[in-house]
């Protein structure tokens, strides 16, 4: 569950977001759309605690996050929340397999390399896990970037512009992956985007 | 997954790059660390052989020459001197032993020297089988020549002359062997050794055609100085040992000044000798410094070049969790890694290295430089590898503490 109150942030005097308040349950999804230059992604680091707002609140889970240390911050970000980026991106010098356990050695949770196999035999890349992550296609790279966002069973997913750079038919396959996926381990979906192909697909809909 | 498997992936990623560092630093610790070898077995070898030996007198000429030829077996003689004035010395009450040398014939190039027991009793040489050298034309072989020219007790040989296995031979009179000696680690394993009689016999009968004389051939003086004074014997040089050390002030400046015999200080010569050849080793070991610190540079600028490249994957390995030490550790240990590997590989280089110039050094004047283990100077050499694998890998890394995540993730 992740719910906001009150957000704002600004990078200068001129330039200053305010953000709608967002409720997200478990196993629910919501689609935040808005054009460029709305503070899409801004809002999504606030959300995913990369950013530090300048008013308002945030709750994950059951942790209420102000007035916490940036420590305590990545530790919760690594447990509860898994992040989808636009451009899937890797540490090119490990394999695909090492890339997914990566998010589970550095959250400090269980290398578990049967559920590796097991997600990637669900988002459908079984074949891939011994290359490096550059031989794979986008559509490839943003599922492998699902199962790496899936591996610590977060309570949130949250995907910032996940299928932008990907055709109608990854763009479809990929989006039910992420609401298959994060109903069945029980997490929140939050998508941001600009994606119009998405509007249809989200009943819950927030607009910046 | 760990961090170490990270860095490895890493380090392959790049392989060129992590070649190149490596590489320059095997070549740098390898020189210093082959410098360091030869230079402590050398100084090992020479001081080992001079031992017991505070004096060498000799016909005049350079001292290190005499030095060289009498104690190491590894230059020409200066030339004959008279037994007489050599033994006029033993009068001297500073004077405890003197060990007369005579050279100037060869077999397969191992020098045939002509001395007394004494010589044998100095290097503490031991019989391994048959006897001491007695009689004129006996020999004792040094464990060196008996392995290397396959003559056994009893087998008889004609020696060559000159220092060179191609001088022409000693048929008429041929030398017998009675013993060989264990090895003593010294120079007597590469000599024959004979009585001082052997030497005078095989030069008094010899005749020799006026095409083979030769300009400052020992053995050929000798000769000379026998048909023209026939009652004076020759020997080539001296090895002289004090009561105490006072001697050392006063006989050497007297048999220069008064005899027709010099006296060269086998210390001062070979301290000589390595100031001199310190000069090469210092030069190879600035260079040696200068490819280290190249080296230095090397993993500093490929790091920081990964680096810039990799600012995403920092970003996005931070927002997973990771904390900034954690991936600051990450890349000092690629750093180290370097730094080990091209110290390994230096080291082993520096052995081979060893290994090639023993060869060449047992062929040319039979001495042996084997030892290869590793040096406490070479652990000085790892701290040293280490903390520039360090510095180079920290300078870069340091921008890790100032990356902004959010910023970063959203640039791409």
């Known amino acids: 569950m992740i719910t906001s109150k009150n957000l704002t942030f600004s990078y200068s005097p001129q330039k200053r977001f305010n953000f709608p308040d967002i409720a997200c349950n478990d196993k629910e999804a919501l689609l935040i759309l808005g054009q460029s230059g709305r503070g899409k992604t801004t809002f999504l680091h606030l959300l995913a605690l990369l950013l530090q707002p300048d008013a308002g609140e945030i709750q994950i889970s059951v942790h209420n996050l102000s007035g916490l240390s940036a420590i305590e911050r990545t530790k919760i970000r690594a447990k509860n929340l898994g992040i989808i980026y636009q451009r899937a991106h890797f540490v090119s010098a490990l394999s695909v397999m090492d890339n997914i356990l990566l998010s589970t050695y550095l959250a400090g949770s269980k290398q578990d390399k049967e559920k590796a196999s097991y997600l990637a035999d669900e988002l459908g890349f079984a074949d891939h896990l011994n290359k490096k992550t550059t031989q794979l296609s986008q559509g490839e790279q943003q599922r492998v970037s699902i199962a790496r966002a899936l591996m610590n069973n977060p309570n949130v997913i949250l995907a910032d512009e996940p299928t932008s750079n990907l055709d109608d038919n990854n763009c479809q396959k990929v989006i039910e992956l992420l609401k298959k996926q994060s109903s069945l381990i029980g997490a929140s979906l939050v998508v941001v985007t600009h994606d119009q192909r998405l509007k249809d697909e989200f009943p819950n809909q927030v607009f910046l | ?412």
């Not at chain 2, 104690?71 to 500073?94: C, H, M, W």
């Not at chain 2, 009689?197 to 030069?203: G, L």
């Not at chain 2, 000798?273 to 040696?288: E, Q, Y």
């Not at chain 2, 060449?360 to 030892?371: G, L, P, V």
């Open chain 2, 1 to 412: 997954m760990n961090l170490f498997k990270i860095s490895i992936a890493n380090l392959k990623e790049k392989k060129l790059n992590s070649f190149l560092s490596a590489l320059l630093l095997t070549l740098g610790i390898g020189m210093i660390s082959l410098l360091l070898l030869l230079n402590k077995q050398l100084d090992e070898q020479f001081r080992r052989n001079i031992r017991g030996i505070d004096m060498v007198v000799g016909a005049k000429g350079s001292p290190l020459q005499l030095i060289l030829s009498s104690i190491y077996q590894i230059d020409s003689p200066t030339g004959n001197i008279p037994l007489s004035e050599v033994n006029a010395l033993k009068r001297n009450p500073f004077v405890k032993n003197i060990i007369p040398l005579s050279m100037g014939d060869n077999y397969h190039g191992f020098r045939i020297v002509g001395t007394t027991p004494k010589y044998v009793g100095h290097f503490q040489a031991k019989i391994k089988e048959g006897t001491l050298f007695s009689k004129p034309m006996d020999v004792t072989l040094g464990s060196k020549v008996a392995k290397n020219v396959e003559l056994k007790i009893g087998d008889t040989f004609a020696s060559s002359h000159g220092l060179d296995s191609d001088g022409d031979a000693h048929n008429d009179k041929k030398y017998k062997v009675t013993g060989i000696f264990e090895p003593t680690g010294s120079v007597v394993d590469q000599l024959v050794l004979t009585n001082l009689e052997s030497v005078w016999e095989i030069h008094e009968h010899a005749e020799m055609p006026a095409s083979d004389i030769k300009e400052n051939d020992p053995a050929h003086e000798e000769e000379m100085g026998e048909t023209h004074h026939e009652a004076e014997k020759q020997v080539t040089s001296a090895l002289i040992q004090f009561r105490n050390p006072m001697g050392l002030l006063t006989i050497p400046r007297q048999i220069n000044q008064n005899t027709s015999m010099q006296a060269a200080l086998p210390s001062i010569e070979i301290n000589r000798l390595f100031s001199l050849l310190g000069v090469g080793i210092d030069t190879l070991r600035a260079l040696a410094l200068v490819i280290i610190i190249i080296a230095g540079v090397s993993v500093f600028i490929s790091l920081y070049n990964s680096l810039k490249e990799r600012k995403y994957e920092m970003a996005l390995m931070l927002s997973m969790g990771a904390t900034r030490t954690k991936l600051f550790l990450m890349l000092l240990l690629e750093g180290l890694i370097l730094a080990v590997t091209g110290y390994l590989s230096g080291v082993l280089l520096s052995r081979v290295g060893l290994l090639l110039f023993s060869r060449a050094a047992e062929q040319d004047f039979h001495y042996s430089i084997r030892e290869f283990s590793l040096l406490p100077e070479e652990l000085y050499l790892l701290a040293g590898a280490l903390v520039l694998g360090l510095l180079a890998a920290a300078l870069p890394s340091l921008g890790i503490y100032r990356l902004n995540i959010s910023r970063t993730l959203a640039e791409e």
